[in-house]
């Protein structure tokens, strides 16, 4: 048997046998001198030759050498804590997917292939991010030739994945690399939805949808799973003809049963998105169109009329948008978030269907990201405030120039009272997750996941736009910051440093010395300051929580305060309010009834509205209305509803085996990062 053919069983062998890891100087190396070595790596191996004894010449039962050990993941690379990759040493420019849609299997199947840029002389391997992929091979393609490439996937960290190694022939050089590598997702892969037809609004066809944020799209493909990694990407997918495929790049063909797409501007892995299904648009402007299900996409239309204006104001702000397309796309039910800001495709959530517009801001959100966060993105997670904090803080513009000052200001004091819940509840027992800058060390992203960079991170840039002189001057700043990072991923110190560059010659540097950045990026719990924003509305939502918390239903029922006008925006503050209130005199039944009959709650249509009417019925104890709490947390697993609501009747011990009864029964239709929170919620994770 030659050489090469002796090396190439050993490796099959490594690979079958899960011995990771390793570089085999030796493949005539004895089973017992491998044994030695794997033991001293601390690394299992499984093989029918060898037993505990040494080795054995007759088949024996397949056993591990010993027991792995569970233990802390610590930071999994010197970038980014969540990625075993290597963008010091090499990253990703280009990547190119051919896929196959096997909604019977619910898989993935086909290749991808990376155009890496080597950083560094004599590489000897890459390390991708993988989690339940089945790498079937890898080859480096060179010249025209394509050369096999050993690889080894090690075990799995929980909740995090594992790490796929590609080892590089020997004198490996700077520059361009291209490795292909075939692959299929696992059937649960934690970033992919399946729904069968029973699932969809039209009941006849099947759908699919992604969701990689944050640290997923390592369970759609090998990649450098890490926002400190761009790249492009073109991608060819095969799908059942009669549906259509959608993704975060422009169409470049459809043929039948085969779509096309590509996306030329740098983005990091996280925004890589897929949909298909039996989808049907209706156009919103000159490059906008939303996608949907036949049942609802004129509604969708007429819900999301204003994108076009959102768009050209957040252009205003921000500079030009270099997307090309904003496409809208609402989601089956089950999608976890609000929405996602997909380039050229934003995900949202049916749940922003209220009837009155009143709930678009979340499309305002979303369309901010097309430069915070997209164009200019944090390096890991430990900065997702220079992402969600920058989008919040254009979106409470975005709100203020559609609808005025007043509307901004008190856009943002109704999320101060979302973050005091989010203190009180979700990060009770974690404080320091609510820190602008966290440790991600030994925690993932999603359970790190709040609305603390959101909130806090708006709260301190709306902070220093009043330290440096308001909007006229801090809006400049702006977009001279969103140019200097554009295409670029960043930590808080760059924001820093470009805020010192701007201001530092002007008549606003002595402001500089005023900021205490250890306070604001280190400090546990709500903002430090508080700016001034203008309360004349929020004081409306005050004087009613406080009145409806402290008088009982007989003088309720008399008193003409209570049956003033107010926005839908202020009802939904209000109640939130009520929510955080701590003293509440007589929340009982004839109070809810009460509360329900003033604000016409049960007919309203609005999710944030039914959400915290739910709340308010479980912090009553009103058992004999858990059916009704059950049915709206079954009727969306947005994560912002549904965490919450389980939070709070795990809390009530009469209705918690009726909430974990349910959650067993529903949770396959969730996605992993929901089912994955609310079983930490309700104990039993």
């Given at each position: 048997?030659?050489?090469?053919?002796?090396?190439?069983?050993?490796?099959?062998?490594?690979?079958?046998?899960?011995?990771?890891?390793?570089?085999?100087?030796?493949?005539?190396?004895?089973?017992?001198?491998?044994?030695?070595?794997?033991?001293?790596?601390?690394?299992?191996?499984?093989?029918?030759?060898?037993?505990?004894?040494?080795?054995?010449?007759?088949?024996?039962?397949?056993?591990?050498?010993?027991?792995?050990?569970?233990?802390?993941?610590?930071?999994?690379?010197?970038?980014?804590?969540?990625?075993?990759?290597?963008?010091?040493?090499?990253?990703?420019?280009?990547?190119?997917?051919?896929?196959?849609?096997?909604?019977?299997?619910?898989?993935?199947?086909?290749?991808?292939?990376?155009?890496?840029?080597?950083?560094?002389?004599?590489?000897?391997?890459?390390?991708?991010?993988?989690?339940?992929?089945?790498?079937?091979?890898?080859?480096?393609?060179?010249g025209g030739s394509e050369v096999p490439i050993n690889y080894f996937i090690?075990?799995?960290?929980?909740?995090?994945?594992?790490?796929?190694?590609?080892?590089?022939?020997?004198?490996?050089?700077?520059?361009?690399?291209?490795?292909?590598?075939?692959?299929?997702?696992?059937?649960?892969?934690?970033?992919?939805q399946w729904l069968n037809p029973a699932q969809t609004l039209g009941k006849?066809?099947?759908?699919?949808?992604?969701?990689?944020?944050?640290?997923?799209?390592?369970?759609?493909?090998?990649?450098?799973?890490?926002?400190?990694?761009?790249?492009?990407?073109?991608?060819?997918?095969?799908?059942?003809?009669?549906?259509?495929?959608?993704?975060?790049?422009?169409?470049?063909?459809?043929?039948?049963?085969?779509?096309?797409?590509?996306?030329?501007?740098?983005?990091?892995?996280?925004?890589?998105?897929?949909?298909?299904?039996?989808?049907?648009?209706?156009?919103?402007?000159?490059?906008?169109?939303?996608?949907?299900?036949?049942?609802?996409?004129?509604?969708?239309?007429?819900?999301?009329?204003?994108?076009?204006?959102?768009?050209?104001?957040?252009?205003?702000?921000?500079?030009?948008?270099?997307?090309?397309?904003?496409?809208?796309?609402?989601?089956?039910?089950?999608?976890?978030?609000?929405?996602?800001?997909?380039?050229?495709?934003?995900?949202?959530?049916?749940?922003?269907?209220?009837?009155?517009?009143?709930?678009?801001?979340?499309?305002?959100?979303?369309?901010?990201?097309?430069?915070?966060?997209?164009?200019?993105?944090?390096?890991?997670?430990?900065?997702?405030?220079?992402?969600?904090?920058?989008?919040?803080?254009?979106?409470?513009?975005?709100?203020?120039?559609?609808?005025?000052?007043?509307?901004?200001?008190?856009?943002?004091?109704?999320?101060?009272?979302?973050?005091?819940?989010?203190?009180?509840?979700?990060?009770?027992?974690?404080?320091?997750?609510?820190?602008?800058?966290?440790?991600?060390?030994?925690?993932?992203?999603?359970?790190?996941?709040?609305?603390?960079?959101?909130?806090?991170?708006?709260?301190?840039?709306?902070?220093?736009?009043?330290?440096?002189?308001?909007?006229?001057?801090?809006?400049?700043?702006?977009?001279?910051?969103?140019?200097?990072?554009?295409?670029?991923?960043?930590?808080?110190?760059?924001?820093?440093?470009?805020?010192?560059?701007?201001?530092?010659?002007?008549?606003?540097?002595?402001?500089?010395?005023?900021?205490?950045?250890?306070?604001?990026?280190?400090?546990?719990?709500?903002?430090?300051?508080?700016?001034?924003?203008?309360?004349?509305?929020?004081?409306?939502?005050?004087?009613?929580?406080?009145?409806?918390?402290?008088?009982?239903?007989?003088?309720?029922?008399?008193?003409?305060?209570?049956?003033?006008?107010?926005?839908?925006?202020?009802?939904?503050?209000?109640?939130?309010?009520?929510?955080?209130?701590?003293?509440?005199?007589?929340?009982?039944?004839?109070?809810?009834?009460?509360?329900?009959?003033?604000?016409?709650?049960?007919?309203?249509?609005?999710?944030?509205?039914?959400?915290?009417?739910?709340?308010?019925?479980?912090?009553?104890?009103?058992?004999?209305?858990?059916?009704?709490?059950?049915?709206?947390?079954?009727?969306?697993?947005?994560?912002?509803?549904?965490?919450?609501?389980?939070?709070?009747?795990?809390a009530w011990p009469e209705a918690k085996p009726a909430a974990v009864k349910?959650?067993?029964?529903?949770?396959?239709?969730?996605?992993?990062?929901?089912?994955?929170?609310?079983?930490?919620?309700?104990?039993?994770?």
């Amino acid at each position: 048997m030659s050489v090469a053919k002796r090396v190439q069983q050993w490796a099959t062998f490594a690979r079958t046998w899960h011995i990771y890891d390793c570089t085999w100087q030796n493949p005539f190396e004895s089973a017992r001198l491998v044994k030695t070595h794997l033991m001293g790596l601390h690394k299992p191996i499984y093989h029918p030759m060898i037993s505990r004894r040494g080795l054995s010449t007759t088949l024996l039962k397949t056993q591990p050498i010993y027991q792995v050990q569970k233990r802390k993941m610590g930071r999994l690379g010197t970038v980014d804590p969540s990625s075993y990759s290597q963008p010091e040493l090499i990253t990703t420019e280009h990547s190119s997917f051919n896929w196959k849609v096997d909604f019977e299997g619910t898989k993935l199947q086909g290749s991808v292939q990376h155009r890496f840029n080597v950083l560094a002389n004599n590489l000897e391997k890459i390390l991708l991010d993988v989690r339940d992929i089945n790498v079937k091979s890898a080859t480096l393609l060179a010249g025209g030739s394509e050369v096999p490439i050993n690889y080894f996937i090690s075990d799995a960290v929980e909740d995090m994945g594992q790490k796929l190694t590609l080892e590089l022939p020997a004198g490996t050089a700077k520059g361009s690399l291209n490795v292909r590598i075939d692959y299929e997702t696992s059937s649960s892969a934690s970033a992919l939805q399946w729904l069968n037809p029973a699932q969809t609004l039209g009941k006849e066809h099947p759908y699919m949808f992604s969701q990689c944020q944050a640290i997923h799209a390592r369970s759609v493909l090998p990649c450098q799973d890490t926002p400190s990694v761009k790249f492009t990407y073109e991608a060819e997918v095969e799908h059942p003809k009669e549906l259509t495929a959608l993704m975060s790049a422009l169409i470049e063909k459809k043929t039948e049963g085969k779509t096309n797409f590509k996306q030329e501007v740098p983005i990091p892995a996280y925004l890589v998105a897929i949909a298909i299904g039996k989808l049907v648009s209706r156009p919103l402007g000159p490059n906008s169109n939303v996608w949907a299900e036949e049942a609802i996409v004129d509604a969708c239309a007429e819900e999301f009329s204003e994108t076009s204006t959102m768009l050209k104001t957040a252009s205003d702000l921000c500079g030009p948008y270099v997307w090309k397309q904003y496409d809208l796309l609402v989601m089956p039910p089950s999608f976890p978030f609000g929405g996602m800001e997909n380039p050229c495709l934003t995900f949202v959530t049916p749940t922003l269907l209220a009837g009155d517009k009143s709930l678009a801001d979340v499309v305002a959100h979303e369309i901010a990201h097309s430069w915070t966060g997209n164009l200019v993105t944090n390096k890991n997670f430990e900065h997702f405030w220079l992402n969600e904090g920058f989008t919040v803080f254009v979106e409470s513009k975005i709100v203020g120039r559609m609808q005025g000052a007043k509307e901004l200001d008190f856009k943002m004091l109704s999320n101060l009272t979302d973050l005091q819940e989010c203190l009180r509840t979700q990060l009770s027992s974690t404080p320091e997750l609510s820190k602008l800058v966290v440790d991600l060390t030994n925690c993932g992203p999603d359970d790190a996941f709040s609305s603390v960079p959101y909130f806090k991170g708006s709260t301190f840039l709306r902070y220093l736009e009043d330290l440096f002189g308001g909007p006229s001057f801090f809006e400049p700043f702006l977009r001279d910051y969103l140019k200097k990072y554009a295409y670029k991923s960043i930590e808080t110190n760059d924001f820093k440093q470009a805020l010192y560059e701007y201001f530092k010659d002007g008549d606003k540097k002595d402001k500089l010395t005023e900021v205490d950045w250890q306070l604001w990026l280190t400090s546990e719990g709500m903002p430090p300051i508080i700016p001034k924003f203008d309360e004349s509305l929020v004081n409306v939502t005050k004087n009613l929580a406080k009145l409806w918390s402290s008088k009982s239903v007989a003088e309720l029922s008399d008193n003409a305060d209570i049956k003033q006008k107010i926005s839908i925006h202020q009802l939904i503050d209000f109640l939130g309010k009520l929510i955080e209130t701590a003293d509440f005199v007589d929340l009982n039944e004839a109070k809810i009834e009460l509360l329900e009959k003033t604000y016409n709650l049960q007919n309203s249509k609005n999710a944030e509205v039914r959400f915290r009417l739910n709340r308010l019925i479980i912090r009553a104890r009103l058992i004999n209305r858990l059916d009704e709490i059950i049915e709206f947390a079954n009727s969306n697993f947005r994560m912002k509803f549904c965490r919450p609501i389980y939070r709070d009747l795990a809390a009530w011990p009469e209705a918690k085996p009726a909430a974990v009864k349910n959650f067993l029964s529903v949770k396959d239709q969730m996605m992993t990062v929901c089912v994955h929170t609310i079983e930490k919620d309700l104990g039993l994770k």
